[in-house]
C-alpha cells in the first residue's frame, strides 16, 4: 500500500501495489513500476526522478504541479492524465494513448512524446523548450497561449489544431502543410470563398 511522504528509492513496484484514491507528497527515485493500476488517483506534491513507468494506467491520475525529472513512461494510459503545472525536464512518452491529457500551465524541457496520441490534449500557456512530439496524433489538441521554442512536430497529425499561431517557429514535414494551413487560416479568420461575379 502506498503511504503518503515516503520514499521510493530504488524500487521494483509492479501491479500489486495498491494505491488509495489520494496520495501526497511521495517521491520516487530511481525505481521502476510496470502495471501499476493508478486511474484517477490524484497525487500532491509528487516528485519522480530517473523513474520508468511501464504498462501503467494513469487515466484520469491527477498529477498537477508534479516535478518530473529523466522520467519515461512507455505503453502507458494516460488518457485524460493532468499534468497542469507540472514541471518535467528530460520526460519521455513513447507508444501510450494520452487523449484530452491536459497539460495546461506546464513547463517542459526536453520532452519528448513518440507514437502516442495526444487527441484533443489541452496545452494551454504550455511552456516547452527543445521540445519533440512525433508521430503523434495531435487533432483538436489546444495550443491556445502557449510559448514554445525548438520544438519539432514531425509525422504527427496536425489536423484542426487550435491555437496555430502558437505554433511559431516550430518545425514542421512537408506533408504537415495543408492540414496545418486550414488551422492557421481559421486562426487568421480568412476565409475562403468564391470570388462573386462582375
Known amino acids: 500500500m502506498v503511504e503518503g511522504g515516503e520514499l521510493w528509492d530504488c524500487v521494483e513496484a509492479d501491479a500489486q501495489v495498491r494505491v488509495p484514491e489520494r496520495v501526497a507528497d511521495l ?3 530511481e525505481s521502476r513500476w510496470v502495471g501499476g493500476q493508478l486511474a484517477g488517483v490524484r497525487f500532491t506534491g509528487l516528485e519522480c526522478r530517473d523513474v520508468e513507468f511501464v504498462q501503467c494506467d494513469l487515466s484520469g491520475a491527477r498529477l498537477e504541479e508534479a516535478q518530473l525529472t529523466r522520467v519515461v513512461f512507455t505503453d502507458c494510459r494516460l ?5 497542469d503545472g ?3 525536464t528530460d520526460v519521455r512518452i513513447t507508444d501510450s494513448t494520452a487523449d484530452l ?3 495546461r500551465m506546464a513547463e517542459a524541457r526536453f520532452l519528448l512524446v513518440e507514437n502516442t496520441s495526444l487527441h484533443g490534449a489541452d496545452l494551454y500557456e504550455f511552456d516547452g523548450e527543445h521540445c519533440a512530439l512525433l508521430g503523434c496524433d495531435l487533432g483538436e489538441a489546444s495550443f491556445d497561449a ?3 521554442r525548438e520544438v519539432d512536430l514531425h509525422g504527427s497529425t496536425v489536423d484542426d489544431v487550435r491555437g496555430a499561431l502558437s505554433l ?3 518545425r514542421i514535414s512537408p506533408d504537415q502543410i495543408l492540414p496545418l494551413a486550414t488551422s492557421l487560416l481559421d486562426a487568421l479568420r480568412i476565409r475562403v470563398t468564391e470570388q462573386p461575379p462582375a
Do not use: Y
Not at 488518457?79 to 499534468?83: D, K, M, N, P, R
Open 86 to 88: 507540472a514541471r518535467l
Open 27 to 29: 517521491r520516487i527515485q
Open 168 to 170: 511559431r517557429g516550430s
Open 101 to 103: 491529457a491536459g497539460f
Open 79 to 83: 488518457t485524460g492524465t493532468a499534468f
Open 146 to 148: 502557449a510559448r514554445l
